[in-house]
């Protein structure tokens, strides 16, 4: 019976654990990302996921003409610097932070309606020599001008 | 002994099981097969290394803020009614409709139609409710609303703000199937809405443009629903009953360039140079709004 115990302990442990990052994830990114869209206003799209170094992902979204827009891109501060790129659907590179510093905000304007590629990639901690690897949330917000 | 013996398995099997679902959205590996030459090769295995994929569809509010800046009018009538809320009694409807809502609050706002947008804010807080979404849209939503009716870019943002809670508790809560479902559904209503307002392609070209710049957001819809249909039925079933819209898109053609970038270095702005054209016929454009129309319709039943 003890053994049943701690498995349940386990398992509810793990559900749990699932749950509480990705809470802390929304609480990040509301807290932390949200204000570096000022003055634009957030789409209200919550587009964030939980990364270690290394490893990347993609956003896929549709931005119109005429229209002003502003990227904002967080990580958890435990994580190294996150390059964030922009591409055109057929994946030519059109803007990337690793040549500005790593800067967190991007503001564009689109002559005409494109699907645009939000590509994010944690950095490896080549400084920090340990068996942990780094994980935590990066959110991606995107606003736009309501003017 | 031997009862115990089979709750242990039932513990690991449901453990794993939960481990696969909390999963399932992230590990979304691109093909690389047919590499053609090195330069696509070099794109193809960027992909391959990319681990997680997401799609963000555009704001029902930025939807309708286009459709306004290219011209178009308010129509109260073409509104889902919300008396019409008290039939939504399926998970499915409620989100569906949560987004159809959505998309109405915001045309409202866009036009700042104070008495509509407390009514729909109303509307849509409980079928929130119905979804155990209390706090996405709580008291304190409804007084900051009440409190700056008079402002329209302060009611934008308490509506962006009832849409990141939505989607986010959604997410939070290992339902992101239901987040989906909301976001279609504010999908089809703006499409709606536009194809409802607008009648002749060379007339109103301005607004056709925009309506079939939504083929673009159309793939990612597709796309992001994809990613559920085989466990969820509900998905399925929207995902069928978007085949009329895939196959009216399909048939208009939207041609363009490559993209060049300027950047305003004063402003820190960089401007994405490129050029578009719309092929589209009369009748291509009719067939467009009725299938939009047959599907809201059918949402809001």
Request: negative net charge; charged residues 25%; proline residues 2%.
């Given at each position: 019976m003890k053994k049943v115990s701690k498995l349940l302990v386990l398992v509810v442990s793990f559900v749990l654990l699932g749950t509480l990052s990705y809470g802390q994830c929304r609480t990040f990114a509301k807290s932390e990302c949200k204000p570096a869209l000022e003055p634009y206003v957030h789409d209200g799209i919550f587009n964030a996921t939980e990364l270690s170094e290394g490893e990347s992902a993609e956003l896929y979204k549709t931005f119109y003409s005429n229209q002003n827009y502003r990227i904002a891109i967080c990580g958890d501060a435990q994580l190294p610097k996150i390059k964030f790129s922009i591409m055109d659907a057929d994946r030519n590179v059109l803007f990337t932070n690793a040549k500005h510093s790593f800067k967190r905000v991007w503001d564009f304007k689109m002559e005409s309606s494109q699907q645009l590629i939000i590509s994010i990639e944690v950095e490896t901690n080549d400084e920090n020599i340990s068996d942990e690897i780094a994980r935590g949330c990066v959110a991606v917000l995107v606003g736009f001008s309501a003017d | 002994m031997r009862s115990n013996k089979k709750l242990i398995r039932l513990l690991i099997v449901l453990g794993l099981m939960v481990g696969i679902v909390g999963c399932s959205n992230s590990d979304k590996k691109t093909d690389t097969s047919n590499v053609v030459d090195e330069e696509q090769a070099q794109k193809e295995n960027l992909v391959k290394e990319v681990k997680k994929v997401m799609f963000s569809l555009p704001s029902p509010v930025e939807t309708t803020l286009l459709l306004k800046q290219a011209g178009a009018g308010y129509d109260e009538s073409l509104l889902n009614p919300t008396?019409?809320?008290?039939?939504?009694?399926t998970d499915k409807q409620k989100a569906l409709n949560l987004g159809v809502y959505g998309a109405d609050l915001s045309y409202a706002s866009i036009f700042e139609q104070d008495q509509t947008i407390m009514q729909y804010m109303q509307v849509s807080k409980k079928l929130a409710i119905g979804l155990?979404?209390?706090?996405?849209?709580d008291q304190s939503i409804i007084d900051r609303l009440e409190a700056n009716h008079d402002n329209r870019d302060s009611v934008i943002r308490i509506i962006s703000e009832t849409f990141l809670n939505s989607n986010s508790t959604l997410k939070e809560d290992n339902r992101p199937e239901m987040a989906a479902l909301i976001l279609a559904g504010g999908w089809v209503e703006a499409l709606y809405l536009a194809t409802q307002l607008t009648k002749d392609v060379v007339k109103d070209k301005e607004l056709v443009e925009r309506i079939v710049e939504q083929k673009l957001s159309f793939g990612e819809l597709t796309q992001l629903l994809g990613q559920y249909t085989e466990q969820n039925a509900d998905i399925a079933d929207v995902v069928a009953q978007l085949q009329g819209v895939s196959k009216a898109f399909e048939e208009i053609e939207i041609v363009k360039s490559g993209i060049e970038t300027v950047t305003d270095e004063a402003s820190g702005t960089t401007v994405l140079k490129a050029t578009q054209k719309i092929n589209i016929t009369q009748a291509q454009y009719d067939a467009l709004k009725k299938v939009a129309a047959d599907l809201r319709n059918s949402f809001i039943q």
């Amino acid at each position: 019976m003890k053994k049943v115990s701690k498995l349940l302990v386990l398992v509810v442990s793990f559900v749990l654990l699932g749950t509480l990052s990705y809470g802390q994830c929304r609480t990040f990114a509301k807290s932390e990302c949200k204000p570096a869209l000022e003055p634009y206003v957030h789409d209200g799209i919550f587009n964030a996921t939980e990364l270690s170094e290394g490893e990347s992902a993609e956003l896929y979204k549709t931005f119109y003409s005429n229209q002003n827009y502003r990227i904002a891109i967080c990580g958890d501060a435990q994580l190294p610097k996150i390059k964030f790129s922009i591409m055109d659907a057929d994946r030519n590179v059109l803007f990337t932070n690793a040549k500005h510093s790593f800067k967190r905000v991007w503001d564009f304007k689109m002559e005409s309606s494109q699907q645009l590629i939000i590509s994010i990639e944690v950095e490896t901690n080549d400084e920090n020599i340990s068996d942990e690897i780094a994980r935590g949330c990066v959110a991606v917000l995107v606003g736009f001008s309501a003017d | 002994m031997r009862s115990n013996k089979k709750l242990i398995r039932l513990l690991i099997v449901l453990g794993l099981m939960v481990g696969i679902v909390g999963c399932s959205n992230s590990d979304k590996k691109t093909d690389t097969s047919n590499v053609v030459d090195e330069e696509q090769a070099q794109k193809e295995n960027l992909v391959k290394e990319v681990k997680k994929v997401m799609f963000s569809l555009p704001s029902p509010v930025e939807t309708t803020l286009l459709l306004k800046q290219a011209g178009a009018g308010y129509d109260e009538s073409l509104l889902n009614p919300t008396s019409n809320s008290t039939k939504y009694n399926t998970d499915k409807q409620k989100a569906l409709n949560l987004g159809v809502y959505g998309a109405d609050l915001s045309y409202a706002s866009i036009f700042e139609q104070d008495q509509t947008i407390m009514q729909y804010m109303q509307v849509s807080k409980k079928l929130a409710i119905g979804l155990d979404l209390l706090a996405a849209i709580d008291q304190s939503i409804i007084d900051r609303l009440e409190a700056n009716h008079d402002n329209r870019d302060s009611v934008i943002r308490i509506i962006s703000e009832t849409f990141l809670n939505s989607n986010s508790t959604l997410k939070e809560d290992n339902r992101p199937e239901m987040a989906a479902l909301i976001l279609a559904g504010g999908w089809v209503e703006a499409l709606y809405l536009a194809t409802q307002l607008t009648k002749d392609v060379v007339k109103d070209k301005e607004l056709v443009e925009r309506i079939v710049e939504q083929k673009l957001s159309f793939g990612e819809l597709t796309q992001l629903l994809g990613q559920y249909t085989e466990q969820n039925a509900d998905i399925a079933d929207v995902v069928a009953q978007l085949q009329g819209v895939s196959k009216a898109f399909e048939e208009i053609e939207i041609v363009k360039s490559g993209i060049e970038t300027v950047t305003d270095e004063a402003s820190g702005t960089t401007v994405l140079k490129a050029t578009q054209k719309i092929n589209i016929t009369q009748a291509q454009y009719d067939a467009l709004k009725k299938v939009a129309a047959d599907l809201r319709n059918s949402f809001i039943q």
